[in-house]
C-alpha cells in the first residue's frame, strides 16, 4: 500500500445491517469497499450494496452546492443566500397562511444518519407545523403502535434472538434481500443456515417463493393481506390444542389468556379456504413451533403494508407470547443498546391531532403520508402551500404517485435536502445537498436497538471536511437558527448545540450506559480507539426494565386492537370476494436496490441473466397463460388510480392469483437528472396503489393486496 494510501473503518449506512466496511482512500479519493473482518457484529460481512457508497461518492451528478430554480434553469447559490431564502420563504407562507400551510416529508435514508436523527428535530420544532409525514407510513408504522401499546413506547421493538432460535416463522419478509429489517442482521444467509445446522427448521409464509424461502425448511403460500387470518387460527388452534403456555409473562400480562375468547371464531377449518392454506398446515405449523425448545415468529413489510397489518404485528406478537417466546433466548428479545436513546424520545403519541381533510389520526406527531396529496390540492384553513422534503421521494414511494406529483406542482414553495435531482426534488425551488454518507460521522443511533447481538462503533468520516460542504444536522440547524429568529424565539441554544454536534449526544449516552469495556467505561474516545467496534454480548431477557409502563405491566390493548375484528369479519366473511378477472398486486426488493437510493449506480441496477430490467411483471405461469402473456412480453397493469406497462416475467415462484413488482423504480419524470436511473426507468408501482385504501388501524398504506387487472399490451 502506498505511503498515501490510508485504510478506514466505517459502517455501511446502505441498509439496515450496520455491515462494518475498510475503505481505503487515496487523498479525497475511495479506492476500495471491503468488509472489515475486525468488526465483532458483521465479521467481514458485505452484501453487494457496500461499493455503492463509493458510487454515490463519485457520481458526478451528484449535488455538491445548492441550486436554485430560476427562469432560465437551475443555479448555483451560496449556502448562505440558500439558508437565508429557504428560512425567509417559510416564515413568509407561515405568516401568510399559517403554521400548517408549510409541510414536511422525511424519507428512510434520516433513519441511518446520526446527525438528522439527533439535530433534525431542532429544525421540525422550529417550523411549528402539524403536517409532518414520512415513509413510516408506508412502512413499519404498525410496530410502532404495537410496541407504543404494549410496551410503552414506540421503538421498543422486540425483535428475533436468531442465533439462539430452533424455529423460525417469516411471515411477509426476506431478509436474504433486505438484511434484515426491523432486525438488523448481517451474515442472515450464514445464521438462518445455522438454525438449520443445530436441527431447527426456518419456514417462509409468504406469497412469493422468495430468496429466504429459497433456503428455507418450508415454504407456504398465502393469498396477499390474509395474514391476520392465519394468526387468528393459529391462536385458536394454540388455545384448542391445549399448546398455550405463556409461563412467566403472565405475571407482567394477567389478561393474556383472554386472548382465547377473541379468537374463538376463528377455527383453522374457517379461515383455511380465504388464505390459500390447508387446515392440516396450520394446525401443523401450530404443532411445530409449540414443540420448539426455542421458537419466534416474526412479520416484516409484506404483513405490515396490507389492510390489516396492525392487527397481524398484534396477533403475531400474541402468538409470540402465549408459546412463551418473548423476553427469553430464541423467541422475541428486547435489545440492550449501549447509546440507548429511548429514554430521551417521544414514546408515541396516537390520534392526539387528525387530518384536515379526511380526519385520520397522527401518530408521533406524524399524519398518514396517503393524506399529503389532498392536504396540498383542498382549499381552506390549513392547505398545504410548500413542502420541505428531507431525503426522501415520495412520488415514487407513496400511494398514487402520480396524483402526488400533479400536487407538488402547484405548491408555492418547495425546499429539498438531497443530493440528487430525483422525480421529487425537481419541484424544489432550492436544493440544500449534503455531504454522503462516508464524509461524515456516523453511530447508529437507531440500528442498534433493533440488532440480533449487543455492540458498539462509532465511524468517523473517512475525509476531514470539503470547504463549501455541509452535513444534514448542519444544514437542519442553520434553518431552524434563521426560522426562530425570524419568529422571534429564542436562539441562545444554538451556539451550545454548535459546539457540542451529534457525536457530543451520542458521547453523553454511550457514557450513561451500564455497560463497560476492559474495566473501561464506555465513551466516544474508547470507540475512536477502537475503531473496528467492540461487541457486548448477546441479547438479555429484560423484563420488567424494558417496558415503559409506569407499572411495568405489559398493556395487551384489547379494546384499540381487536375491535378491528368486526372490520375484518366484513372484509373477509360479507359473502364479498375479489372482483373478477383481477390480480392481486404485491411489492418486492432486491439486494442491490434499496428503495429508489442506488438506481443511479451501474453496478446496482444492471439487469437479470433474462436480460430483462430488475422492474418486471412477476406472474406465475396459470395467469399468464389465462391472459395470453409471453415471457418478456410487455402488459398493462391497470388499477383504480393508473395503469403501467412492463415486461412479463413468467415464474411459478409467485402464487396463482398474484402480481409482484418492484418497489422503487419510474425515473421517467422530466426534469430529473439522474441517468443511470433514467436510463433503466422501470415504472412506479405507486402509480397503481390506492391512496384511499389503507389500515384504518393505524392509517398504514395498504402496498400489498392492490387489486389490479392485467391485459397484454
Known amino acids: 500500500m502506498s505511503s498515501r494510501q490510508q485504510k478506514h473503518f466505517s459502517t455501511c449506512t446502505l441498509c439496515e445491517a450496520m455491515c462494518g466496511i475498510e475503505v481505503t482512500t487515496l487523498e479525497r479519493k475511495i479506492l476500495s469497499i471491503v468488509g472489515d473482518k475486525q468488526n465483532p457484529f458483521s465479521e467481514g460481512h458485505v452484501c453487494p450494496k457496500a461499493m455503492a457508497l463509493k458510487d454515490l461518492y463519485d457520481d458526478p451528478e451528484r449535488l455538491k452546492q445548492p441550486l436554485e430554480k430560476t427562469a432560465s434553469g437551475w443555479q448555483t447559490i451560496t449556502w448562505e443566500a440558500a439558508f437565508d431564502k429557504v428560512a425567509e420563504q417559510i416564515f413568509k407562507v407561515q405568516q401568510q397562511f399559517g403554521k400548517d400551510a408549510v409541510g414536511m416529508y422525511l424519507g428512510n435514508p434520516n433513519a441511518h444518519n446520526m446527525g438528522s436523527i439527533l ?49 423460525f416463522m417469516i411471515i411477509g419478509g426476506n431478509p436474504l434481500a433486505s438484511n434484515g429489517s426491523i432486525m438488523t442482521v448481517p451474515h442472515i444467509k450464514r445464521r438462518l ?43 385458536n388452534t394454540l388455545f384448542k390444542q391445549g399448546r398455550a403456555k405463556p409461563g ?42 409449540s414443540a420448539a425448545p426455542a421458537a419466534v415468529c416474526y412479520g416484516r413489510m ?43 424520545s417521544g414514546r408515541g403519541s396516537i390520534g392526539q391531532y387528525h387530518s384536515r381533510v379526511r380526519k385520520l389520526p397522527a401518530f408521533a406527531g406524524e399524519y398518514p403520508v396517503s393524506a399529503l396529496a389532498e392536504e396540498i390540492t383542498t382549499p381552506g384553513d390549513g392547505q398545504i402551500k410548500a413542502m420541505v422534503i428531507g431525503a426522501g421521494n415520495p412520488i415514487l414511494t407513496t400511494p398514487n404517485g402520480q396524483q402526488l406529483d400533479q400536487a407538488f406542482a402547484s405548491l408555492e414553495f418547495v425546499v429539498a435536502v438531497d443530493f ?16 454522503t454518507a462516508l464524509e461524515r460521522d456516523h453511530y447508529d443511533v437507531i440500528f442498534h436497538n433493533f440488532a440480533v447481538r449487543n455492540s458498539a462503533k462509532y465511524s468517523p468520516a473517512i475525509f476531514p471536511p470539503a470547504a463549501d460542504s455541509y452535513t444534514d444536522w448542519q444544514i437542519y440547524l442553520s434553518l431552524a437558527e434563521r426560522l426562530d429568529s425570524l419568529n422571534g424565539s429564542e436562539t441562545k441554544h444554538y451556539a451550545a448545540l454548535w459546539a457540542k454536534q451529534p457525536k457530543g449526544v451520542v458521547d453523553d449516552l454511550l457514557k450513561s450506559s451500564a455497560y463497560r469495556h476492559n474495566e473501561q467505561n464506555l465513551s466516544l474516545q474508547l470507540l475512536l480507539d477502537l475503531p473496528h467496534g467492540i461487541d457486548l454480548g448477546p441479547l438479555r431477557p429484560d423484563l420488567p426494565a424494558a417496558i415503559y409502563h409506569a407499572n411495568k405491566q405489559i398493556d395487551l390493548a384489547f379494546d384499540y386492537f381487536m375491535t378491528d375484528l368486526k372490520r375484518l369479519e366484513q372484509h373477509f366473511f360479507s359473502g364479498k370476494t375479489q372482483e373478477p378477472d383481477t390480480l392481486s398486486l404485491i411489492g418486492r426488493r432486491h439486494l442491490k436496490t434499496n428503495n429508489s437510493w442506488l438506481h443511479n449506480s451501474q453496478r446496482m441496477v444492471k439487469g437479470t441473466n433474462k436480460g430483462l430490467s430488475r422492474c418486471t411483471a412477476q406472474i406465475n405461469p396459470v395467469d399468464a397463460a389465462r391472459y395470453v402473456i409471453a415471457d418478456g412480453q410487455m402488459m398493462m397493469v391497470t388499477s383504480r388510480v393508473g395503469q403501467v406497462t412492463l415486461p412479463a416475467e413468467i415464474t411459478d415462484k409467485i402464487m396463482a392469483g398474484v402480481i409482484s413488482i418492484p418497489h422503487g423504480w419510474g425515473h421517467n419524470k422530466t426534469g430529473s437528472r439522474w441517468s443511470v436511473a433514467e436510463q433503466h426507468a422501470g415504472v412506479s408501482v405507486n402509480d397503481l396503489t390506492d391512496e384511499m385504501v389503507l389500515d384504518e388501524l393505524s392509517g398504514n398504506a395498504v402496498l400489498n393486496g392492490v387489486p389490479v387487472s392485467i391485459a397484454p399490451a
Open 193 to 235: 443456515k445455522a438454525i438449520q445446522g443445530r436441527g431447527g427448521k426456518v419456514v417462509v409464509i409468504d406469497p412469493k417463493k422468495s430468496e429466504t424461502a429459497d433456503i428455507s425448511s418450508e415454504h407456504h403460500f398465502i393469498k396477499p393481506s390474509t395474514d391476520a387470518l392465519l394468526m387468528l387460527a393459529m391462536l
Open 420 to 435: 440528487y435531482l430525483t422525480e421529487t426534488t425537481r419541484h424544489a425551488n432550492i436544493i440544500l445537498p449534503p455531504v
Open 119 to 167: 439535530f433534525g428535530p431542532y429544525f421540525y420544532r422550529a417550523l411549528k407545523s402539524h403536517n409532518r409525514y414520512s415513509a413510516t407510513s408506508v412502512d413499519q408504522l404498525p410496530h410502532h403502535i404495537v410496541s407504543r401499546q404494549l410496551f410503552g413506547h414506540q421503538s421498543q421493538i422486540p425483535i428475533p434472538d436468531i442465533d439462539h432460535t430452533d424455529y
Open 302 to 344: 409484506g404483513a405490515s403494508v396490507q389492510a390489516f397489518g396492525t392487527l397481524t404485528q398484534y396477533l403475531i406478537m400474541l402468538f409470540n407470547m402465549l408459546t412463551g417466546n418473548l423476553d427469553r433466548p430464541g423467541g422475541m428479545m428486547f435489545t440492550q443498546p449501549a447509546a440507548d436513546f429511548l429514554p430521551h
Open 248 to 289: 412467566a409473562l403472565l405475571a407482567f400480562a394477567p389478561e393474556l389468556l383472554t386472548v382465547e375468547s377473541y379468537v374463538k371464531a376463528y377455527p383453522a377449518a374457517r379461515v383455511a379456504p380465504l388464505i390459500g392454506m390447508t387446515e392440516t398446515q396450520i394446525t401443523a405449523l401450530v404443532a411445530d413451533f
